[in-house]
């Protein structure tokens, strides 16, 4: 029954261990100081956490270059601080997915020196590689402006390995059995230690066949249906929630004809015309992303989200399209990043509270799954000065106390916000707390209501025609339940004209406020809708 996938009806809360909570005062955020906040995280009423890579890592790219898959970086604490703190994380009813970065390794993990050591060593094939330079060693890249090269010549063997990412981060051999059955081997060891599942990293670089001289490598979707059955023999609740930023005809390959692939799938279609939308008004181009992943198997889900720990990837918009968004949220070129995004926080980039809300509104009643970043739920801002990516990932603001709280170290991971509006003395849990209007308690209400409509995740749903382009309707029905939903992009107030016909009802019933529409005279419903307003109604049927 659609009733039992418990991630249908989930909010997901996405957050870096390093930044999150200083528990031990070294600086570095780990499991004692997130095991501290627990509490906090239930209170917001969220039921699933997704961790970045904790794993022992040299760390030059924010842990996902990882050394070793089987445990836990000393800066974060021991494998016994994890499972204490799954252990109180279960306690609370609190789901944990992790991070499954099997694209790549560090090249300082074992297995890569291994590898490089000799063209006759086992682990030789674990990797790819090339005795000559290939045609294509400086294409595909996913860092362009930043990484220069796919290919990079290993002066041991005098040979070219291949990495889709930074040179220092050499891609696994997935075409292996041995490879293969290594990354069971990884998975089915946490999933031993109590987590929920696993956020795949750059799903299709991991399913790609890279051979030179092809241009377009072969891919291997039935590889999605190996992990995902060797995750069900396991635990058979647990869940792969993908990172695959394709086209929506492609996703239906990942997700798996009758849904038997990937379980959920971050919308990163949607997610670019939502801020197109967001910079322009026009809601046509979001609701065309919306129809155009509508249809997927009902087993499988899509992941929404705002912001997330990269750049906003703008990639499959136009050129015209990306320029207004870009003139909008990202008009200097500090705040651009390798070509295509933009590498601000949410509320910075919006600008005032109004459209945040609404952002986060529309994010709410998206048909999926919604997902969280870490300090979003009081408006943290970013720090342009860090680079590249790193400027969203400055740690969490507690407190209006020294380091924001994170922390009583001098010396931090990443300098907390101190300058400005978003400075961690004004913006911060702690005042958050106090004041009712705060956007924390907003948020706290808005993932309240979004658990109370089961019918987002597991309903079905279709656009209804506003008559405006600036705003955006949806209707959703699950059983006896019928949901709708407005919002208003445009910066003026808007009235909606809704017959009785198309609610289906006399009488609509607000349920973030305790209010109700009834039908005039004439049989309509008049909705009134502020500028960037919102509006969530069930259908009181009789």
């Not at 100081?33 to 794993?55: E, S």
Request: charge should be negative.
């Amino acid at each position: 029954m659609l009733e039992d996938l418990w991630y249908k009806n989930a909010v997901i809360y996405s957050l870096d261990l390093e930044t999150f909570m200083d528990g031990n005062g070294d600086g570095t955020g780990d499991f004692e100081g997130l095991g501290n906040r627990l509490d906090y995280l239930h209170a917001l009423g969220l039921d699933t956490i997704w961790l970045a890579p904790f794993q022992p890592t040299p760390n030059r790219d924010n842990g996902y270059d990882i050394s070793d898959f089987y445990g836990v970086d000393p800066r974060h604490g021991s494998s016994g601080d994890f499972v204490d703190f799954i252990h109180k994380a279960r306690k609370l009813g609190i789901k944990v997915i992790i991070d499954l970065v099997v694209n790549h390794t560090s090249d300082q993990h074992k297995w890569f020196q291994e590898a490089r050591s000799s063209k006759e060593n086992p682990k030789r094939n674990w990797y790819v590689w090339s005795d000559k330079k290939p045609a294509d060693w400086n294409k595909g890249m996913v860092f362009p402006g930043v990484q220069k090269t796919t290919w990079t010549l290993d002066k041991q063997t005098k040979s070219y390995y291949f990495h889709r990412f930074y040179n220092f981060q050499p891609d696994l051999n997935t075409d292996n059995p041995e490879v293969r059955e290594e990354i069971c081997r990884i998975m089915g060891y946490w999933l031993e230690l109590g987590i929920a599942g696993f956020r795949v990293d750059a799903v299709p670089f991991i399913l790609e066949s890279r051979e030179t001289g092809k241009k377009e490598p072969h891919m291997h979707f039935e590889y999605l249906k190996e992990m995902r059955r060797f995750l069900q023999w396991r635990r058979g609740d647990a869940v792969l929630l993908g990172e695959a930023n394709v086209l929506p005809d492609e996703s239906k390959l990942y997700f798996g004809e009758d849904g038997n692939g990937i379980h959920l799938m971050f919308n990163f279609f949607v997610n670019q015309y939502t801020f197109y939308a967001l910079a322009t008004c026009d809601t046509r181009p979001l609701i065309k992303a919306l129809e155009a992943t509508k249809e997927i198997a009902p087993t499988s889900q899509w992941a929404h989200f705002l912001r997330n720990h990269d750049e906003l990837d703008l990639g499959r918009l136009t050129e015209e399209e990306r320029q207004k968004v870009f003139e909008r949220f990202g008009p200097e070129k500090n705040m651009q990043l390798y070509d295509r995004g933009i590498r601000r926080r949410l509320s910075p980039m919006l600008g005032n509270r109004q459209q945040t809300e609404l952002a986060y509104s529309l994010m709410f009643s998206l048909p999926g799954t919604p997902v969280i970043r870490y300090g979003d739920e009081i408006g943290m801002g970013d720090n342009l000065e860090l680079k590249e990516r790193d400027s969203v990932r400055t740690p969490m603001q507690w407190t209006g106390e020294n380091q924001a709280g994170f922390s009583k170290a001098e010396k931090l991971v990443h300098p907390v916000v101190e300058e400005g509006y978003y400075a961690y003395e004004h913006v911060n849990v702690e005042n958050q707390r106090r004041e009712p209007g705060s956007l924390l308690n907003w948020m706290t209400s808005m993932i309240r209501l979004r658990k109370e409509c089961p019918e987002i995740g597991y309903g079905s749903w279709e656009i209804l025609d506003t008559g405006f382009k600036e705003v955006l309707g949806m209707r959703y029905t699950w059983k006896d339940k019928v949901l709708f939903i407005w919002h208003n992009f445009h910066e003026k107030s808007m009235e909606l004209i809704v017959p009785e016909k198309i609610a289906g009802t006399g009488r609509l019933i607000d349920a973030m406020n305790n209010i109700e529409s009834v039908t005039d005279v004439n049989g309509r419903h008049t909705i009134t809708l502020e500028a960037y307003g919102y509006r969530w109604f069930r259908a009181f049927l009789d």
